[in-house]
């Protein structure tokens, strides 16, 4: 049996070949930091500590689960998100997978989003959910999503536009989607613009570009620490190369600390350099701007809200959110409601100013409606019916089925599609103009009628308007009186 020193060197070649990851030439291990240890015990003491608080008025956060699929597929939806939610409260952008996805595949996913959501400056969150229709799995997302208080109280989703030319089958997914925030007790948010929000067709993969990038970042760095790691004794060793890297980096750091503003230019910048086609070619400028619609700086005009009912005060608080934006602080706010009766206009007039001042709301302007039951125009009729036509023919969606709609439907529900008529011709005399339209979402009853219907009458409220935005809040009341 060897002795000693050779013994114990023999025992550390057979420890090192058993053990081979011991050995003291492998790579890098980053062990983490005692301040990464610290942060991660103060996020999960304050997350307990938010259990045992009494949920209140005074404390309510917009959490928003967004329905961005990937978030690169739909920049302006994410964007929009993130102006309600920045630096206030919790937002999970949600993709939902009709397959089975492997581990590697979610993993994935997983990366690819939260990288692009770093590149953006946007802080968020990422959750898929695999093997589920639509509508199951953003139930099985609000139910899961979150921890204790921290859960989304908000579904927001984007507006079907192809809604007249998809299969029954997506129609009706979409529909009971929307009726799955409401059974969940949670505020739903539909957004339209004009463009459509579902890029996904148009831009290229901008994920190669981001590894690329941070890539270069990351070999720049260790350049820097390589160059400047060695014992010097005076500047001159350093070379002039080495010395503009390092005042370069000194001045980048020091405009970072200091200059927000450039911080948002330059996150402005980066994106738009990242958004090509699927060509990888750049885009044409109209199509940029839709894209990047709520980065911009909103020029002079005003944030339409019409509050038609009372939703606990959700379908004020997200456009007052907005508007106090830096890029949105152009927009004035304007109000409109409806008046309870023929001659109630000035007492409905006192009333809801008396509110929105108990509520700390500056608006420009309160408009109150009387004329909301009236009789819409033939020529509004008639642009009504060319949108539903083509849906009382059977097999629209290429098969055997029955019509989407019938006449008999159609004809049950006449009063409600002659008010949603008469509201788009309000919308139209008012917000066309507007930088953001914001309505109150009539609540339905799942069963009462078909998807094609509400479709259609969501259609009468937003199409050719200005980005709109239709909430329903779930009774929970968001606004606090001034005391």
């Not at 350049?223 to 010395?243: F, M, P, R």
């Not at 100013?353 to 700390?360: E, G, P, T, V, Y």
Request: charged share 25%.
């Amino acid at each position: 049996m060897a002795e000693s020193a050779d013994g114990h060197s023999l025992n550390r070649s057979h420890d090192a070949h058993k053990y081979p990851h011991s050995d003291d030439n492998d790579c890098e291990v980053n062990w983490g930091s005692s301040t990464q240890a610290q942060t991660y015990r103060a996020a999960l003491t304050s997350i307990q500590q938010l259990v045992h608080i009494e949920e209140h008025v005074k404390n309510y956060r917009p959490q928003i689960l967004v329905l961005t699929g990937l978030p690169n597929t739909r920049p302006a939806l994410v964007d929009f998100a993130y102006l309600i939610c920045k630096n206030n409260s919790l937002m999970i952008c949600g993709h939902i997978a009709k397959e089975r996805l492997t581990f590697e595949t979610r993993s994935q996913l997983q990366q690819k989003a939260y990288r692009y959501l770093r590149f953006i400056k946007i802080k968020g969150f990422f959750s898929v959910a695999d093997n589920s229709d639509l509508h199951t799995g953003v139930a099985a997302m609000l139910g899961l999503s979150g921890v204790g208080k921290v859960k989304p109280n908000i579904l927001m989703m984007g507006y079907k536009n192809d809604w007249q030319t998809c299969d029954r089958n997506s129609l009706d997914q979409y529909f009971l989607t929307i009726h799955t925030g409401f059974e969940m007790n949670v505020g739903v948010a539909i957004l339209r613009v004009k463009e459509g929000l579902d890029c996904s067709g148009i831009l290229g993969d901008v994920d190669d570009m981001i590894l690329k990038a941070s890539s270069k970042k990351n070999k720049e760095k260790k350049n820097i620490v390589a160059q400047t790691g060695n014992v010097v004794t005076t500047t001159e060793e350093l070379s002039a190369s080495t010395l503009t890297i390092i005042q370069n980096e000194i001045k980048s750091t020091k405009n970072e600390c200091f200059k927000s503003d450039k911080k948002k230019k330059n996150r402005k910048t980066e994106q738009n350099l990242a958004l090509r086609d699927t060509s990888g070619h750049p885009l044409p400028k109209s199509v940029l701007n839709s894209i990047i619609l709520f980065q911009r700086k909103q020029k002079k005009n005003t944030v339409d809200v019409w509050w038609l009912s009372d939703d606990g005060g959700l379908t004020l608080l997200l456009p007052v959110i907005i508007n106090n934006r830096s890029n949105w602080s152009a927009s004035k706010l304007r109000i409109f409601c409806t008046a309870s009766g023929v001659n109630e206009l000035e007492k409905d007039h006192r009333g809801m100013a008396i509110l929105l001042s108990k509520f700390r709301i500056d608006y420009s302007d309160l408009v109150i409606i009387t004329d909301a039951d009236e009789e819409p125009k033939n020529k509004t009729k008639k642009w009504f019916d060319g949108i539903i036509q083509p849906l009382l023919q059977p097999g629209i969606d290429g098969n055997s089925l029955g019509p989407m709609l019938t006449k008999a439907e159609l004809e049950s529900f006449q009063y409600k599609t002659d008010r949603y008529l008469r509201m788009r011709e309000l919308l139209l005399d008012h917000s066309s103009d507007s930088n953001l339209v914001v309505m109150t979402l009539r609540m339905t009853r799942k069963g009462d009628f078909n998807a094609s219907l509400y479709m259609a009458w969501l259609e009468a409220l937003t199409a050719n308007m200005p980005p709109f935005m239709l909430v329903r809040g779930n009774q929970t009341s968001v606004l606090t009186f001034y005391s």
